[in-house]
């Protein structure tokens, strides 16, 4: 079976996606009462309507139906493309994932997609093109930033801490805020932490980082310091983090603390660990920038589900910003959304680093960590609410206690809140 469907894969995704090559016995029942021509509608499935293929492929993988998940992992095989609709699309990614799934290559072959990423400045240029197209990381860095800026007028030694600090672009408006102030700027200190995984997307280490930051620093008149950090956040303890006193602190997650393993995956709830050190710091605030999805602990089936509903929304939001046919919207969706699709289908326990939790959950922690809510200003709100103007009119933005929630259609996306 394997065999085959690497054929399939090949024919949709491209040679250069083709990973999984790890060759288990047949999953051919020859005596399974479904090998007849009539078995789709034994099935009960329409093959005509991809998402009920899509659907019935988890549901029979979940069943460890090996010989109806042949008959319908070919069935979509022949269905889907990274050139179709948003569905044919995403069940490429998904089919990626069954593949990786059953052949129990799913970790390598998250690694490998990271290995056969283009070059660190082709990589960037995808995701600078996904941010453009969608609204949801400006959304999210916009209202995080919005919180900062108010938790920390009038204060004159200020120290970020940002969990996933990735480029650093987050914190150029910040720096040319705060060396605009009034009076004259304050001495400003950011933590960046980051594994060394991102240093090849990011095209160098954190030192670049630093680089970057100390110059827009330098040509804004604005005193600065930056404290690289080369761990996991799992891996952040608070000497790490260079505490001084009489620093107005601020801690950044911004779609980061879902990778962090909690109790499900570790004997340390690292996710809990962390939230309560940083309450013991006594923030200005702390902001958190989620997807809104429930992965994190749910079984394979649910799971699955839920990833065909969330990127189903995200597909289509991307659909209508980009032709079908667009050579950089097919790139933009195989390195920086598939690996996250094939991990969530693919791969268990400590392998699966894609586990995201709803915010009510997110909630929960914050609350039992000692955090209260810091609402956001009726000024970020309106700023976002313009930001979104410009986009898709499916973009749907919601505040529901002082809270930020932005969807599209009726699919909340994103969450973003704040917490002292």
């Known amino acids: 079976m394997i065999s085959k469907l690497k054929e399939l894969e090949n024919a949709i995704l491209g040679p250069e996606l083709d990973i999984a090559s790890d060759s288990p016995e047949s999953l051919l029942q020859a005596n399974h009462p479904l090998k007849q021509d009539n078995w789709r509608q034994l099935l009960g499935i329409d093959t005509g309507d991809l998402k009920q293929v899509i659907i019935a492929c988890g549901k029979a993988v979940a069943a460890n139906d090996m010989y109806v998940t042949e008959l319908l992992i070919s069935e979509l095989g022949q269905l889907v493309s990274v050139s179709g609709d948003p569905m044919q699309r995403l069940g490429a990614y998904m089919l990626e994932g069954l593949v990786a799934r059953l052949s129990f290559s799913g970790s390598k072959l998250y690694k490998s997609l990271k290995c056969k990423e283009p070059t ?128 107005a602190i601020v801690v950044n997650f911004a779609y980061q603390l879902h990778h962090t393993p909690d109790e499900s995956v570790s004997v340390e709830n690292h996710r809990d660990r962390i939230a309560r050190m940083i309450k013991s710091l006594s923030p200005r605030v702390v902001t958190l ?96 609410k313009t930001l979104l103007d410009s986009y898709h009119s499916c973009y749907r933005l919601e505040e529901r206690d002082g809270v930020l929630y932005l969807g599209w259609k009726s699919r909340v996306l994103v969450v973003s809140s704040a917490w002292c």
Request: with cysteine; charged share 20%.
């Open 120 to 247: 660190g400045s082709e990589l960037m240029s995808y995701m600078h093109l996904l941010c453009e197209i969608c609204p949801f990381y400006k959304f999210g860095y916009m209202s995080a930033n919005g919180a900062i800026a108010e938790a920390i007028k009038g204060e004159n030694f200020i120290h970020i801490i940002d969990f996933q600090i990735a480029q650093g672009s987050q914190w150029i408006t910040i720096i040319q805020a705060l060396a605009a102030r009034p009076g004259g700027p304050p001495f400003l200190r950011i933590t960046g932490i980051d594994d060394s995984n991102s240093a090849y997307a990011r095209g160098g280490g954190l030192d670049m980082v630093g680089t970057k930051l100390h110059s827009v620093s330098a040509s804004c008149g604005l005193p600065f310091e930056f404290n690289a950090v080369r761990a996991a956040s799992h891996e952040v303890y608070i000497q790490h983090l260079d505490i001084r006193p009489g620093e």
């Open 289 to 384: 920038v989620e997807q809104e999805s429930n992965t994190n602990t749910s079984a394979f089936l649910p799971r699955y589900l839920e990833t065909l509903d969330y990127y189903t929304a995200m597909f289509e939001s991307i659909d209508v910003a980009l032709p079908r046919d667009d050579k950089r919207r097919i790139s933009t969706e195989q390195h920086c959304v598939a690996r996250d699709i094939v991990n969530l289908i693919a791969c268990e326990g400590a392998e699966r680093v894609e586990r995201h939790e709803v915010f009510g959950k997110w909630k929960a922690r914050f609350a039992m960590a000692g955090f209260r809510p810091y609402p956001l200003s009726s000024v970020v709100n309106n700023t976002i």
